[in-house]
């Protein structure tokens, strides 16, 4: 049996596929997820994947399976409501059920001739099992070698017995399924026979999506190295986010625990607050376009230079339309007319071109002051305006598209060691320096401000900030550095060390180092 | 209670244009506040004194230090609802009656580590810095030039003659309490601070007062020159200034020590042997 082609059905939990494990996580356990495709994708083996696995103890992580293959010998690990099905060459078989361990349960088998891993029961009746050799996808159950709809247990059966050649087992799977898998045997193996959709398929499922924009890089990589050896595409990848987008919400298992995450529909926010910008007029002719580009913005957001926090102080929404109308506070008779251009001009604004998507905010609110007599003799000079207070709210920082990053989260999503002792959960934003400043919060987000020693000065006064994620990176802290003078280095556990980009957060996976400088350093860890 | 040491002075001058004064300041260490007030019939004297009341509350009846922010908001509250009232109360003679105040505040707090400054704003007065000698505009103006500005619409310089200048878009006493900009400064950043009112910043450039605070080493001195400048410079509205300087950290030896000021100046004067 070789560890190159499995099929799949989709469902909820996790399934990463590398080339020499395979693991299924539950879907709760979706933070995980990043960090263990990028170890499966890296060629991780058994013993590897598996000390990640249980790094942080086995007691929260309610369930998992790792299969690995190596030299003939098939290693199974089970915890939690998993079922696996092995099928001897012998015609013995052999059933492991984690279900059934109060830990885990391991099983060393040799010879084996065909796998299945069954997690969930599969939800929408029946469903295609579909093709895949490396990557991340929702899955509900595993076969290998592949099954194709209708019939294929036969076939694969007969096909593979006595060889672990996986081109031996591809190409029968082709034959006997008339539809699905258009090219028959006589095309070059490998290429041909999976691109028509069972492989392009996985790829496009949402789980890629979220790693992609966490580690766009190394999905792209990795992408690169192992599509082509199917046959997909190369473009295939860098679009693929495109579709899913609507999907993370419903699926994503964090939805429920965070009402803000759920409620907001995706794209609805930040997207507006940019597209507000372009003033009333185009505003409204650009309503109409106003489905499909939304579902656009992940291809942004995959882009690790954008320059989503470079402005957070910037106002997002100038807002020219409702100004006029809006009698100032006070009424006073402007001494010049207000000109009209001022307001009227669209704000000119290094736009995401795929953002169009306009808010229907264009009313403004009726001002409920009372009028006042503009002839009175008020100070004169200072003037309350009858501004709609979200006109001017600032824009938060954050991926567009997705909803605003809670600014204090019930739980901690991180624990941050520092290296003089001190420990402190991420619950909100953490601003560490040599002297931290807090500026412009409102009295519901207040941050905690965090000293370091800086004998040497290496250490600028408001050096990094850490706080919960949003989005892609909910449930996960973010590490921003705030323009410190001598930067800051990120060492990420199977990662070169990099350095932070001012204004740019990144994303931390528990073991993370954040080293300051002068001595400093901050661990990461799961609170 | 702290062992910060806070020295205190402040000013305040009808100008040359107005008839009356609706600027409010106090300074009751660790509490100080600048309120600017706006609306007819004294509306404007009353909104301010009435937040200046309430910060004056705080400081004499004491405030939970490690609750700095919802302390601050109760206050804003308190004053919000006030106003109302007055207000309300006043709109039954069939007045046309309104009242509003910007107010900007200091105070000092206690976060997981230390002693620190919590400033809170509303509106376009202000609150400024002095950090290694430096002057450093801390608070945002709630206005409308400066959302402007900061949208990109308007350029820095024309925000002195832009017709909307003195437009705010937050401030206490509308028809409801707007959010606050809250900002937590660590004590050895700010060796000095000053609260002002807009006939101050409105009138002197940022290098006149940084200038001006320079040469006065004494806080008492400095307001005065800051408002009297700010006066001379044309005074067309009410100016106010409060200076505040951080002049003791006893409990951080590493910074300026007080204590140790004094035992050498009393060396010098023979007090000591």
């Known amino acids: 049996m070789s560890s190159d082609l499995k099929s799949y059905r989709p469902g909820t939990w996790f399934g990463i596929f590398g080339e020499h494990a395979t693991v299924l996580l539950p879907p709760s356990e979706k933070r995980r997820v990043a960090a263990l495709w990028e170890l499966v994708d890296d060629g991780a083996d058994f013993g590897e994947v598996l000390d990640a696995l249980i790094a942080s103890g086995l007691r929260d992580l309610p369930g998992f399976v790792l299969v690995s293959n190596t030299e003939g010998t098939t290693k199974v690990v089970l915890r939690g409501p998993a079922l696996a099905t092995f099928a001897l060459v012998g015609g013995e078989t052999v059933e492991v059920n984690g279900a059934e361990a109060a830990t885990w349960v391991e099983r060393s088998l040799v010879d084996v001739d065909a796998m299945q891993l069954v997690v969930e029961e599969p939800t929408d009746g029946e469903q295609a099992d579909l093709v895949i050799s490396g990557g991340l996808v929702r899955v509900s159950r595993v076969d290998e070698p592949p099954k194709t709809t209708g019939g294929a247990r036969s076939g694969k059966r007969a096909a593979s017995t ?13 034959v006997p399924v008339a539809e699905p898998v258009a090219v028959p045997v006589a095309e070059p193996v490998l290429e041909e026979p999976v691109v028509e959709e069972p492989v392009a398929k996985p790829v496009v499922e949402e789980p890629v999506a979220e790693v992609a924009d966490v580690h766009s890089e190394s ?13 997909v595409p190369e473009v295939g990848v860098p679009e693929v986010p495109i579709a899913p987008v609507p999907i993370p919400v419903p699926l994503d298992p964090f939805a429920k625990a965070d009402a803000q995450a759920s409620d907001v529909p995706v794209g609805a ?6 597209s507000t910008q372009a003033g009333p007029a185009e505003a409204a002719v650009e309503e109409p376009a106003l489905d499909q580009p939304t579902y656009q913005e992940p291809a942004a957001e995959a882009v690790p230079e954008e320059p989503v ?5 910037q106002p997002a929404e100038p807002q020219s339309a409702p100004m006029p109308e809006a009698p100032a506070w006070g009424d006073a008779p402007a001494p010049e007319p207000v000109p009209e251009p001022v307001w009227g001009a669209p704000v000119p604004q290094q736009q995401p071109e795929a953002t169009p998507y306009v808010p229907e905010q264009a009313p403004a609110p009726e001002p409920a002051y009372a009028e006042p007599d503009p002839n009175e003799d008020h100070d004169g000079m200072t003037r309350a305006g009858a501004w709609d207070p979200n006109q001017f709210a600032r824009q938060q920082p954050g991926i567009p598209g997705q909803p605003p990053a809670p600014s204090v989260t019930a739980r901690p999503v991180a624990r941050l060691t520092f290296s003089n002792g001190d420990v402190i959960d991420v619950d909100r934003a953490i601003l560490v320096g040599r002297a931290p400043e807090a500026r412009r919060f409102s009295s519901t987000d207040q941050p905690r401000l965090v000293t370091v020693p800086s004998p040497n000065q290496e250490i600028s006064s408001t050096h990094l900030e850490i706080r919960p994620g949003s989005g892609v990176d909910h449930g996960t802290a973010i590490v921003t550095d705030m323009g410190s003078t001598n930067g800051t280095v990120l060492v990420q556990p199977g990662l070169a060390p990099e350095d932070l980009q001012p204004g740019i957060p990144v994303q931390l996976i528990p073991g993370a180092i954040v080293d300051l400088g002068d001595g400093v350093t901050i661990s990461v860890t799961n609170p | 209670m702290s062992k910060v040491e806070l020295h205190f002075g402040a000013a305040t001058d009808i100008g040359r244009v107005r008839d009356h004064n609706e600027d409010s300041w106090m300074a009751e260490p660790p509490v100080f506040a600048v309120a600017d007030g706006m609306g007819g019939h004294q509306g404007g004297e009353i909104a301010s004194a009435i937040v200046v009341e309430e910060f004056a509350r705080l400081a004499d009846e004491g405030y939970d230090r490690t609750r700095g922010t919802e302390v601050v908001t109760e206050t804003l509250e308190a004053c919000q609802r006030r106003i109302e009232e007055y207000a309300a109360s006043r709109r039954t003679h069939n007045e046309v009656w309104y009242a509003g105040t910007t107010v900007v505040a200091a105070l000092l707090v206690e976060d997981h580590e ?12 202000r609150i400024y810095r002095v950090n290694d000698g430096v002057l450093d505009q801390v608070s945002v103006d709630h206005s409308v030039v400066q959302e402007l500005m900061e949208a990109g619409v308007i350029s820095e310089a024309d925000v002195a003659t832009h017709p909307e200048r003195h437009v705010i878009t937050r401030a206490l006493g509308g028809p409801e309490l707007p959010e606050a900009d809250f900002f937590l400064l660590p004590l050895s950043s700010a060796e000095r601070l ?4 807009d006939g101050v910043s409105g009138m002197l450039q940022h290098d006149e007062i940084a200038e001006i605070l320079a040469d006065a080493y004494d806080p008492r001195d400095a307001a005065d020159r800051i408002v ?4 001379a410079a044309g005074g067309t509205d009410n100016a106010t200034a409060v200076v505040i300087d951080v002049v003791g950290l006893s409990t951080n030896a590493e910074s300026y020590d007080a204590a140790q000021q004094r035992l050498s100046l009393e060396e010098k004067l023979g007090a000591l042997p």
């Open chain 1, 162 to 174: 006595g060889t672990g050649s996986a081109k031996a087992e591809v190409a029968p799977v082709a």
């Open chain 1, 219 to 231: 999905v792209a990589a990795s992408a690169d190295v192992d599509v082509p050896e199917v046959g």
């Open chain 1, 269 to 274: 926010e930040p997207v507006a607050e940019k």
């Open chain 1, 309 to 313: 926090w470079g402005q957070p102080e």
């Open chain 2, 114 to 125: 230390a002693d620190k400054w919590l400033l809170v704003n509303l509106g376009d007065s």
């Open chain 2, 194 to 197: 000053v609260l002002c009112s």
């Open chain 2, 228 to 231: 009297a400048a700010a006066v």
